[in-house]
């Protein structure tokens, strides 16, 4: 069945970096890539989404690439602020079932 | 207000005891879902409705069940709660208009703890 992975449990960086968060799947590729941002006890937040024919997307600060040879997708956050510190989370509909979700990776931005 | 909003927020049980989790949302989405989250696990899908008739298990269903009982109310509901279903709870819906790529909206999600 397919998986998706994030690699890194926890990321620390200092304030000012960029952020780089990996997401990883097995078997075909998804025709396109969401990434979240949760905060502690709170619910998960929409906040890219990239296709599969997309090699980037831009939002303000945040980049993410989508590279199906190496099954990966990519999330940047330039200039990061300590603001930024909270678990991301990738996602993609495997089949015809909704949205699986990678397990997250806490980003912590240290001032 | 919120746009999804569950039902309680916390609860404390003992095992062997029915819980209802509740769901409510002001969006307007057919498409509505339930997550479990654990420490180490991330989101994992536990029933997903995409429209009032419609009721489908997710990866993980053993344990639990749910009621559409309106297009805006998905409840949840542990038969026998144990201690193994203590976890954060989301509800989510989505805008069918957007098919596959539609994004998701979580509510603040329920902490259940079952003693």
């Known amino acids: 069945s397919q998986k998706i992975e994030q690699n890194s449990e926890a990321l620390n960086i200092q304030e000012g970096k960029t952020a780089t968060l990996t997401c990883n799947y097995t078997?075909?590729?998804?025709?396109?890539l969401q990434w979240y941002r949760q905060d502690p006890g709170r619910g998960p937040v929409f906040l890219l989404l990239?296709?599969?024919?997309?090699k980037e997307k831009r939002k303000e600060r945040l980049k993410v690439t989508f590279d199906t040879t190496l099954k990966q997708s990519l999330f940047h956050i330039t200039a990061s602020q300590p603001a930024d510190s909270a678990t991301y989370l990738c996602?993609?509909?495997?089949?015809?079932?909704?949205?699986?979700f990678g397990k997250g990776t806490r980003l912590s931005v240290i001032a | 207000d919120a746009d999804v909003t569950q039902t309680p927020r916390n609860r404390i049980t003992k095992t062997g005891k029915r819980i209802m989790l509740e769901c409510s949302q002001t969006k307007g989405h057919d498409r509505m879902y339930w997550y479990r989250q654990d420490p180490g696990l991330g989101l994992r899908l536990i029933y997903y409705s995409f429209d009032v008739k419609d009721i489908n298990k997710g990866e993980i269903s053993d344990g639990y069940s749910v009621s559409r009982q309106a297009q805006a109310k998905f409840s949840l509901s542990l038969e026998s709660a144990i201690p193994n279903q203590t976890a954060l709870y989301f509800c989510a819906t989505s805008d069918p208009q957007m098919g596959r790529t539609g994004e998701l909206f979580f509510g603040e999600g329920s902490r259940l703890t079952v003693l």
């Open positions: 996602a993609f509909y495997s089949g015809n079932t909704p949205l699986v």
């Open positions: 990239i296709r599969e024919n997309e």
């Open positions: 078997n075909y590729s998804p025709a396109y």
